[in-house]
């Protein structure tokens, strides 16, 4: 893996705008999101 720069590490947080770290893959999870995905030509049923 390519060692990442410290403007890599973190994002500008656009509410209050500090610098935050981005999450970890090992943390636990924060959102749940659901996708739905149409079927073909729903549309045409």
Known sequence: MAPRSE???HY???MTKSRKPFPS???AHSK???VIIPAYKEVDR
């Open 7 to 9: 403007n890599e590490k």
């Open 12 to 14: 500008q947080d656009p």
């Open 25 to 27: 893959l090992k943390d």
């Open 32 to 34: 749940y999101l659901s």
